[in-house]
């Protein structure tokens, strides 16, 4: 959806643009080949976007100027492999995919991911980017105003890609702290999980949706993510900085007014349990599981080299708590920290 | 309604809880004697509650061990009048006013305006105390769970106003960072009027509410809010590390959630003037136009003295022109600033 989206600004600056699905996609392809409309966007495209197969991904990279890559997380190291024959030094890389891995010793962002999965003659001289910052897709692609972040490690390439998809409405600033902005990326998912708890569990108690809800709780919540993303930032070697801004506080914003993961942490705050709340979702992808998942491995040995101490990010325990064990709801506030020691 | 809620908690620690009202506020003590019932809270509180006309003050304030203020930002000056009579070393005052004051000279927090608004003799040994963070008067009435900050000089003050009010669903921590934690209470109001243009141009637009609708627009503005505000609190004195956390992200999200800033954020964004949209606010106090006053009058001072450089608060200079002035809505997303550069 996002790839898809982020088409629109590319036709609307004048850009030829080619739309690769991946095997999973075929149905999106031949939906916009026959009439322009995304099935998932629920909307109809600029005709101008050609649509290709992933059988004609050779066609489609003929001449190309640059690569966006939209897969999901777990489809970055294959799309390294599908894009190895069209990668060149002078034809930058720029991804939509969110989300933290973790290889037993240290925490990885996908841009990351990306280069050394590519053969290693490549990894020396490539340097994905990455998009970040709050963007609904749906509403990108119906031309909102919107402002995102262009991650990576050279500047020179961000303010390439900035001066060709940057316009009109879509405003694009760089950064090259990868680390801190692409934390925030996958951070950020985890954490609206856990701010849709209050909303589940206002529901459960007979409440309906209003200003007077349970607004005190999902905002004490968000406070403390935030505290907590900082920490986190900066333990995977990025800036706190880049929290208070568009990749962190704008996109954990963005993220809890529309959206799967908010849906599910609703599910969760109204007491479903995991497999039940999962089976609602219809078999959306949801990030927040995958982003627990991993910082639940990472944890132990973050804890263990001191890098993380005990009670420092009680929320984030809590959720994986619910998401992942299974236990109730019930938020920690006392444990929360009003504010951040960072700085 | 704040000051009334706040007596919830009060009354359910088991404290005996004298409520009065200011002049303004007869009908709304005449109801409480009566039924309980506050009128504007829509709701009948706890009756142990003991309401009193302002005329009872003398007999409200015997034994007092505390005073909890609820006046507005315009009545603090007022209040110190109003309560010299019965202010004391070891009489704790917490205040629930939110606002800043300008002098010609400097930005100034409500608990150093009422300090100094006491007689010298008391100012000398009285250091106010103030509420903040993310608190919905409605919701806090209604017992949902709510964390808050405790500000003041004093960190034993606080610590033990901390141990009389806080305990259940109402979680208080403290801070002595009067500055920056009070002057985000204050900005927030200004801000959330500004997150709020997104929802009036989406439905001048002719869009309906939901999860697509322009929530780009207002994420990028709730990250520019958070950007300027750090920037504000350092101007003032304060720590930028208060607006990471309750003070700060987290009372700017409660903001945009509910209440009377947003409303009249959303009317301007529709495109109705400032006369028209004051006008359907039906005499709600907007704390928000309050608030742009104070920082237009300051902001020339403080541009003449470098401590701000032209260009640095293109939100808080749009909102101006807007609320102020009578400028259409056109968001200056260029000129934002991506992320924090402070730390």
């Known amino acids: 959806m996002m ?9 609307d600056r004048g850009h030829e643009v080619r739309l690769v699905g991946t095997h999973l996609d075929a149905d999106i392809i031949q939906s916009l080949k026959s009439d322009h409309v995304h099935p998932k966007l629920k909307l109809e495209l600029p005709s101008a976007i050609q649509p290709f197969y992933l059988e004609e991904l050779a066609d489609a990279m003929t001449g190309a100027d640059a690569i966006l890559l939209g897969v999901s997380s777990a489809g970055v190291a294959w799309s390294a492999t599908a894009i190895t024959p069209y990668v060149r030094p002078e034809r930058p890389i720029l991804m939509v995919s969110k989300g933290l891995s973790y290889d037993g010793r240290e925490l990885s962002v ?78 950020k998912n985890a954490y609206a999980m856990g701010i849709a708890f209050a909303a589940g569990l206002h529901e459960k108690a ?91 491995r990472a944890l132990p040995a973050l804890k263990a080299a001191g890098a993380v101490r005990e009670g420092q990010l009680p929320l984030l325990e809590h959720m994986m708590a619910v998401a992942l064990d299974d236990a109730p709801v019930a938020m920690p506030f006392a444990a929360f920290q009003p504010m951040s020691r960072l700085s």
Chains 1, 2 share one sequence.
């Open 3 to 11: 790839g898809s989206s982020l088409c629109v600004p590319l036709v």
């Open 110 to 187: 996908l841009p990351d991911v990306l280069r050394y999965a590519l053969p290693a003659e490549l990894s020396a001289s490539i340097f994905p980017a990455a998009v970040a910052g709050p963007c609904i897709a749906g509403e990108l692609a119906r031309r909102v105003e919107t402002c995102v972040v262009f991650t990576g490690r050279r500047q020179l390439e961000l303010d390439r890609l900035k001066a060709w998809i940057g316009g009109g409405y879509y405003h694009v600033f760089t950064s090259t702290d990868v680390l801190g902005v692409e934390a925030c990326a996958a951070l």
């Open 206 to 296: 007979g409440g309906a949706p209003g200003s007077i809800a349970s607004h005190n709780y999902e905002a004490a919540v968000f406070a403390q993510a935030i505290v907590e993303m900082q920490l986190l930032v900066k333990l995977i070697g990025g800036s706190p900085n880049s929290v208070v801004g568009l990749p962190g506080v704008g996109d954990l914003n963005v993220t809890c007014n529309g959206g799967r993961t908010g849906r599910f942490g609703r599910l969760l705050g109204m007491g479903l349990g995991v497999e039940e709340s999962i089976r609602r979702m219809e078999g959306a992808t949801l990030e927040c599981l995958e982003i627990l998942g991993v910082l639940r």
